[in-house]
């Protein structure tokens, strides 16, 4: 089967999976076509209300409209899985109208022979049945296009809740994926920190293995959580300074300039503050003769990371996913990306806060 074929038959499974509760609408149409109708085209004849069989002949005519109102529902329901409005229109409209005219009209016309014949009436007024006939097949073609109708829009609330559960799943994917590439990226760095220390302060080695594993927990912690409150993001990047000091000792200095706002004020993805943080400590030179002063700052509900640009004399291996992967996250979480920009003395990062309710 061809890529076409494939596709109309998927949209068809898709429609057959679309459920219509027609109960309700049956037990209120059925008996009312089967009264009104006899009455307006004159299938009582003389017959009144003090003739026992004016009151059979409803019993009549109501099974009369339900073996219509059933019949034509069973072949319209053949009918869905044959052919489909968007593949071949035509060809089921002439289904449909076929159907009607070919099950109706037969139908209608032998059982209201049978009632004059019961009922006793001295002739078969033809003019009569042909004008209940053709009552009929109209009224089959009203309830066959509400049926169709009802279908159609129920097929795209379906398709919408189904493209939305799949715009879900997909972004779920990717922000779990995102988050996945997190802990190689930090892993890394952090190795190479270790390596370093290893070789010159083996003591402080030890206490940096053991509060790396605490940072490492926490990051465990947020996998799976979007947000987080941006008290709980610089509590966390103090842990990572105060890693960070065992190397540097108070080389690193992080600055905080929140202009009256609080940092419980704002929600924000985990871990993204401190990707930023992570980015400023990794591409800059750090000492005792050449401190770093990272600068956190909040205005106009966003977060803004500043450094001073002084490059590292060695150029260590990046694996360049550490802010992309950041702008990823925040679009797919906030639906806004991060800010970066260098103007050759400062490096900032800008990401988009979440007010909380004020």
């Known amino acids: 089967m061809d890529s076409t074929g494939k596709d109309i038959h998927s949209e068809q499974s898709d429609m057959q999976e679309v459920q219509l509760n027609d109960k309700t609408i049956r037990l209120i149409g059925i008996p009312f076509f089967g009264i009104v109708i006899p009455h307006v085209t004159g299938l009582f004849g003389t017959l009144t209300y003090r003739d026992y069989k004016y009151w059979v002949g409803y019993i009549f005519f109501i099974a009369l409209a339900a073996m219509i109102w059933q019949g034509n529902r069973y072949l319209m329901f053949r009918t869905r899985k044959r052919f489909t409005w968007f593949d071949k229109p035509i060809e089921k409209l002439i289904l449909l109208f076929m159907n009607n005219i070919f099950y109706t009209t037969p139908l209608t016309i032998a059982w209201i022979c049978l009632w004059y014949r019961w009922a006793d009436f001295d002739f078969i007024n033809w003019d009569t049945i042909l004008i209940v006939a053709l009552v009929n097949v109209s009224c089959v073609l009203f309830v066959i296009h509400v049926y169709e109708t009802v279908f159609m829009v129920k097929e795209q609330q379906s398709e919408q809740v189904k493209n939305a559960e799949l715009s879900r799943a997909k972004a779920e994917a990717e922000l779990e994926a995102l988050k996945n590439q997190i802990d190689p990226h930090f892993m890394f760095n952090s190795l190479n920190s270790l390596s370093y220390l290893i070789s010159t302060d083996p003591a402080k080695a030890t206490l940096f293995t053991e509060n790396l594993a605490d940072i490492y927990r926490y990051i465990l912690a947020q996998k799976e959580r ?84 002084q490059p590292k004399r060695s150029i260590q291996h990046s694996s360049k996913i550490g802010l992309k992967n950041l702008d990823e996250r925040f679009r797919i979480i906030t639906g806004r990306g991060i800010y970066t920009e260098n103007n050759n003395s400062t490096f900032n990062v800008t990401l988009p806060l979440i007010p909380l309710a004020r």
């Open 226 to 309: 979007t947000l987080v409150v941006l008290e709980d993001e610089f509590s966390f990047m103090e842990k990572y300074a105060e890693l960070l000091r065992l190397r540097f000792g108070q080389a690193l200095d992080i600055q905080k300039n929140f202009n009256g706002t609080t940092s419980k004020e704002y929600l924000v993805p985990p871990i993204s503050a401190f990707v930023a943080l992570e980015n400023a400590v990794k591409h800059n030179e750090i000492s005792e003769r050449i401190p770093l002063q990272v600068s956190l700052s909040i205005d106009r509900d966003q977060l803004t990371i500043s450094n001073k640009i």
